[in-house]
Structures are given as C-alpha cells and as structure tokens.
C-alpha cells in the first residue's frame, strides 16, 4: 500500500515538473517537436531542459569560438531510442563545417616539429622581405603546375636562424594538401635518432613511407651528427628512390650546398669526400636552390 502510495506521489511529481517546464511555450515546441510520446517526455524533464538551453545557444551563436555549451561544438541532443531518451553531444552545424575545412590537415605529417605549423598559409605570410617573393612565386607556380603527370622540383632553402624557410614549406604542403596531396615534415635529426631506435619495430614502415610520400620536407638537414649510416643508409637511398621516381623533395637548412657538402664528408670512420658529393648531385636533381636571410621572426 505504501508502494503504490509513493509511486502515485512521485507521477504526480513528474507530471507537474514536465508542465511547469512545458510553460514556456518554446520548450514546449522544442520537446514535441522530437515526436517522442509525452509519457516518455515527463520522465526526462531536467535533462530536455538542458538540451533546450544548448539548443537555443545554437540559435544565437554567430562563430564557433562564441559557443556557450558545454563542450564548445557539440549540443546536447536527445533522440529516442525505444522506449526511453538518449541524450548524445552533436558536432553543432558550425563545427561540421569546420572539421570539414580542416580535413585536409590529415593529409600533412609532421614529425619533432611544431604542430601549428598545420595552420601556415601562402596569404598569411610576411611579403616585405625581398628574398620571399621568389620563394613565393616559385611555389605558386609549384601548386599550378603540380598534377600526376608533372611534379615539379622541390626546394633547397638554406640562410639564417628564424627566417621563416619551414614555415614557408609548411604552407605551400597545406596548399597542397587540400588539393588531397600527402606530404611529410620531418625535423632530420631527431627523425634519425627515432628511426635507428625503431630498428626492432617498425622501421621497415617508417622508411618506406619516408620514401614514397608524395611531398617531403627534410627540415634543418645539417644540423645533424652524421654517420656512415645516415648518410649512405638513409639519405643516399632516400632521395635516390625520389629522384627516379620523380617525388618532390624539399630541404631547409642553415648551411650552402658546399658547406653541407663538407659536413656529410666527415664522420667518425673518417672523410669521405666522393660519398658527399653524390648525396649533394642527388639534392641538386631533386631541387632548385635558394637562399633567404633575413630577420628572426621567432623572436
């Protein structure tokens, strides 16, 4: 008897909380506007209520960063599901259109480097420097001319600390990437050392992506300790696979092609000036070369 008494009670309860919410008219067109049947509407009052909120949030936003919601993007939703609600977070109509936008981000690897540099653009780039224009309209003749029966060379960019050659490569990659072009941005030191621990994993799979990827930049080539192993192992077969396949293959680096040339020559086993020499003959078939001094930008 007590039983019945208190689920009678708690209905009523429900069933007033579910009428109070409903007077407001525009919760009321929001929960019968689910086409869920009101028995099973009353039950889920308060969380309808917070559905409604983020829902009417929705109306008002103007821009994804002004979102008020919970999780910024996402709505809390409620959708039927026999006989009871389920409420799930919804990626809202602007944050659709932006992981749409961003999509072509997924086409760009960047490794040991700065994942802002998936953000760089052509437009956004500083054009009062002189020595830019050139790199410039080099790469936008690149993208124009870049289709599967033409690939044009890549860049060696060499010059001073903080001038931009990374992030100027890294905006022509995103150029291309939304093209549906997958490229490759590898800090070459640190690439060396994490692919010779990965001798016992998978470093048959990092080579050979290496390899084969359709755009590679090889960033700050030279600043590394070189072996006869990264040199003859790894850079010699790298951009000899690129060469004769005719995959576009981008460098940055501090130092010319002479005193890069120099700097592979020596190792620890000794100097070896004809080894070098062919690492460089290689770069120079894969790449126009262009230098670019200017101010610290980082700083």
Not at 123 to 148: M, V
Request: aromatic content about 12%.
């Amino acid at each position: 008897m007590k039983k019945d008494l208190f689920e009678k009670v708690d209905s009523t309860t429900i069933l007033h909380n579910f009428q109070d919410a409903c007077s407001d008219k525009d919760f009321k067109n929001f929960v019968y506007g689910l086409d869920i049947d009101e028995n099973i509407l009353m039950k889920y009052t308060s969380s309808l209520e917070d559905a409604y909120v983020e829902h009417k949030n929705c109306l008002g936003c103007k821009k994804l960063d002004s979102c008020k919601n919970v999780v910024k993007g996402y709505k809390y939703t409620p959708k039927k599901d026999n006989n009871i609600i389920v409420f799930s977070y919804d990626a809202c109509d602007k944050m659709n259109k932006n992981l749409e936008e961003n999509a072509y981000k997924d086409n760009l690897e960047v490794f040991e480097l700065s994942a802002d540099l998936k953000n760089a653009s052509l437009k956004d780039i500083y054009k009062d420097d002189k020595l830019r224009l050139p790199i410039i309209k080099y790469f936008k003749e690149f993208i124009d001319n870049y289709n599967s029966n033409v690939k044009p060379k890549g860049m060696y960019i060499y010059g001073s600390f903080g001038s931009g050659k990374t992030y100027l490569t890294a905006a022509l990659f995103n150029e291309m990437a939304k093209k549906g072009v997958k490229s490759i941005m590898v800090y070459y030191p640190d690439f060396l050392s994490e692919l010779k621990s990965s001798f016992n994993t998978n470093f048959s799979e990092r080579f050979y992506n290496i390899k084969k990827i359709p755009l590679l930049l090889i960033d700050d080539i030279g600043a590394e300790n070189v072996s006869n192993w990264s040199r003859d192992e790894v850079l010699g077969p790298i951009l000899q696979y690129r060469m004769e396949n005719h995959l576009p293959t981008f460098f940055t680096s501090n130092l010319t092609l002479s005193e890069l040339e120099k700097n592979l020559s020596i190792t620890s086993s000794g100097v070896d000036k004809v080894k070098a020499r062919r690492i460089i003959e290689r770069i120079k078939q894969l790449c126009v070369y262009h230098e670019l001094i200017s101010k610290n930008r980082r700083v």
